[in-house]
C-alpha cells in the first residue's frame, strides 16, 4: 500500500538519517549487523530471519517469488491483483509477470499521489534559459496528461498502439509518455537530436499512425527545426496520419493538413481521463537502441514489471525519501530519461528535474548553479559529462552552494578513477556516496551499483560492485563455462529473471532470443565483460564485442581506453603498450550522442571496409568519422 506524504515514510526517511541508533551500535558491538531490514526496506517485514543487506538479498534472490510478491502488492496500485508472480524461463526466452493483474501506469505516477498531497511539486523543469524553472505539481501534472489522454482517444489513438514523441524533455513530454500509457496506448520516445532518416525508421518500424514533436527545440542556446524534421521524415512513412505540434518557441511554423497544435487542442479536452485497466504484461513502451548490426532494434518493456522495478531501484539505489529534489540529467530520449527522470520519481511520488540544456552552457558551472538553486538531493548524471568538466577547472563547481547534495550518480559508461575521484571530492566534497550505476535499455533499471549496502560498507572508487536485490550475476569463460570462484573475468549474464527485464524486441523475437538467450543457454546474456573482485565485487569492463585477447588474458575496451585515451601521459600506458603495435593519433573519436564510442566504425576503417560503416544516424557529429578516415588513409600511406 502507498504510504502517505507526511507520515510513515517521512519517519522511516527521519530514523534512517539520524544514523546508527543506540541499538545497532550494540549489533555492531557483537558482530551482527546495523541494518534494520524492515526499517530500511517497509515491504520486506514479513521475510523471516532476514537481517541485514546481505541476507535481505539472498533472501531476494533464493525467495524471488516472495520478495516480488510483496514488493509489488505494497509500492504498486493494482485494479485487479495479480494471480502469479512470474511465468519466466530464460533457457526460452519467455518472461512474463504479475499476470492476471491490472492497473494503470498514469493512475500509480499521477493520482495517487493527487489524493494525498495534490500541491506537491511533480516536475520542475530546468529550461535551456537559465534561472527560468517552471514547476508543475502533481494535480498539474494529472491535468494536462488527462487533457492529453482525452484528445489521443478523440483521434483514434487506441490500446495497440504507438505514438511516436520527438520532443526535447520537457513537461509535455512527460504528459505525452503518461498520456499514452493512460488511455493504453504504448510510446516510443526518440531522441529529439536524431536525423530525420533515423526518426523515420523509427517510426516505420512502429507503425505509428501518431507523432507528438514541438515547433523548435532549444539547447545550449541553439534552435533546433524540430517541426521540420518531422516533416521531412514523415515523407517516408505511410502510417503516420497525425502530428500534433507543442509550442517551445514563439516562432509559427509551416503546418499540413495532418498537423494540429498541441495546446490549442488540449484546451478543448476535459480534465478527467478514464485510465484503461492494463494488463501487466500489455506493452508500456518501445525504446530504440543501437545494436552491433547497425540497425536499431526496439526494445519492449511492459507495464507493472518495468515501473515496479524503475520506482524501487529509484528508491533503495539513491536513498531518495520524500520531499528530495532528484536530478537526472539524462534526455527523455534515453532509457535513463525514462526510468530516472519519468518513472521511477513519479511513481514514488518524488520531486524530478526535467534538464532541458547542457553541462556547459552558458557556462561550465550549469549543473551546480542548478543544484544550488533548485536544492537537488541526488544528482545523477554520465562520466563524459563528468570528465569534459574537470577540464575546466574546480573553481566553476565551487562557485556554487552544494550543501543539498546527498548522493551522486554515474551512468552509461565506466567511470574512470580520475574522474570517479573528482566526482567525489570536488562535486560530493567528500560526503556523498557516488553510485556507479550499471545497467541498460534490456535491463529496465539498475543491476548493479554500490547502493543499498549498510551505511558503513566500503565504496570501491569506479566500480558497479553490488547486485541490486533479486538480481544474481554470473560470469561465463570463453567456453560458456559458468565461472564460480572470485578474482575472474568473463562475461556478464543474468541468472534470474527479475520484473524490470525487456520481454522481445519489437517485430523481431528471433533477434531477441538470439542476442540475449542463445550465446548461454538458461542465461540473459548483457553483452558486456566483467572481473568479479576478490571480495566478490563486480566491475564492467566493457562491451565483449570489443573485447582484445592478449596470452590468455582478457582485456576491455575500458580498462584500454582509461589508459590510452584518458591518461596517456602516465606510466600506465606501458603495462597496455604491448598489445599496440601501431598507433593513429586522432583528435576525437567517432561518439554517439548519449557519449558511446562507435567501435564498430572504427573496426570497419582499420579492415578498410569504408563500404559497410552501417547506420551513423546516432553520431553526434559524422565529421569525426571522416577525420580517421583520413587519418588512417595517412598512416597506410607513410
Ligand atoms: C554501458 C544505459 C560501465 C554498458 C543505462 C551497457 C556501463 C551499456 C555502465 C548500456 C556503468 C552502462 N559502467 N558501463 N556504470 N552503465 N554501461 O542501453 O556497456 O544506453 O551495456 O543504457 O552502457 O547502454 P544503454
Redesign the pocket.
Known sequence: MWLPCRCTTKYVAASIRRGVSASSLHALRRGRSSWNSAAFMPESAGFEGVSGRDALHDYSVSHSENFWAAVARQRLNWIRPFEAVQDCDLSQGRIKWFEGGKLNVSVNCLDRHVHTCPERVALIWERDERGSEVRYTYRELLEITCRLGNLLRRHGVKKGDCVTIYMPTCPLAVASMLACARIGAAHNVVFAGFSSEALAERIRDAQSSTVITVNQGVRGGKITELKRTVDAAVQSCPTVRQVFVAMRTEKRVEVTDRDFALEEEMLKEDVVCEPAAMDSEDVLFLLY?SGSTGKPKGLVHTQAGYLLYAALTHRYVFGYHDGDVFGCV?DIG???GH?YTVYGPLANGGTTVLFESTPVYPDPGRYWDMVERLRINQFYGA?TAIRLLIRYGDQWVKKYDRSSLTTLG??????NTEAWEWYNRVVGEGRCPVV????????GG?C??PKPSEPDAEIVPGM?MRPFFGIKPALMDTEGKLLTSNNESGALCMAQPWPGMARTIHNNHQRFLETYFQPYPGYFF???GAYRSQEGYYQ????LDDVINVSGHRIGT?EIEDVVVIRSDEAHLSDFILIISVTQFAKRLPKTR?G?IMRRVLRKVVDCDLDSLGDLSTLDDPAAVQEIIEGHEKLLSK
Open positions: 537502441t539524462a534515453w532509457i535513463t526510468s562520466p554515474s551512468v552509461g559508461e565506466p567511470i556507479d550505476t550499471w545497467w541498460q535499455t534490456e535491463t539498475i548493479i551499483a558497479a548483457t553483452g558486456d564492467i569492463t566493457g562491451r575500458a548519449s558511446k
